[in-house]
């Protein structure tokens, strides 16, 4: 009986619309943001860890969260790449298709110091829905430990569905990617 309108001074409506319209109204403005992050030490070198996430091709061998990368060897250390990442459907059925493009380039002593790349969805509704851009950060502790940090912010009436995926997704990334790279840092020795 939920669906069931209404009236009131001439007006009629239905409990359940003015229920999501109360919720979602407040979250629906780009005020609404929720950021998420995740970040982990690696005993290897930030070469080796920047090289390790931005050989996209190798993702689905070693990243739960990407099912596969198209076209296959792009290269997103370059602004303006595009590439689409293919992951599973948070809803448990399918996959999904996220449409990304680089969005800044690499700071020149990347080797030296680690690198930041950015990448931001080319979804034509992601403006609406807060234009979420995503930042993986390696820096340099020592010669050999590296600290890795991935953020994206998500604003507007799906911010919380999408902070919660991206989540979950970022925590077991990071736990794989640490796991490849100091294995990757082993085999070159």
């Known amino acids: 009986m939920l669906n069931v309108p209404i009236e009131a001074k001439g007006l009629s ?3 359940a619309i003015l229920f999501l319209t109360i919720m979602v109204s407040p979250m629906a403005s780009a005020d609404f943001c929720k950021t998420a992050r995740a970040s982990i ?6 070469r080796t860890v920047f090289q390790t996430i931005t050989d996209v091709a ?8 990407i099912l596969r ?8 250390t370059q602004a303006g790449a595009e590439f689409d990442l293919i ?6 059925f399918g996959i999904l298709r996220s449409p990304e493009r680089t969005v800044v380039s690499l700071e020149p002593n990347l080797f030296r110091k680690g690198g930041i790349i950015r990448y931001q969805s080319t979804i034509s ?17 020592d010669s050999n430990t590296t600290l890795y940090e991935t ?4 604003c507007g009436a799906f911010a919380d569905f999408s902070y919660n995926f991206a989540l979950e997704g970022f925590e077991k990334q990071t736990e ?9 840092a082993l085999s070159f020795w």
């Open 13 to 15: 409506f239905s409990p």
């Open 41 to 46: 030490e690696i005993e290897a070198p930030a």
């Open 58 to 65: 190798s993702y689905p061998e070693w990243n739960p969260f």
């Open 69 to 76: 990368v198209e076209p296959y060897g792009v290269d997103i």
């Open 87 to 92: 992951v599973p459907n948070p809803l448990g």
């Open 125 to 141: 509704s992601a403006e609406e829905l807060g234009g979420p851009v995503r930042a993986q950060i390696v820096s340099k502790i």
């Open 151 to 154: 953020e994206e912010t998500f």
């Open 176 to 184: 794989a990617l640490k796991v490849e790279a100091e294995r990757r």
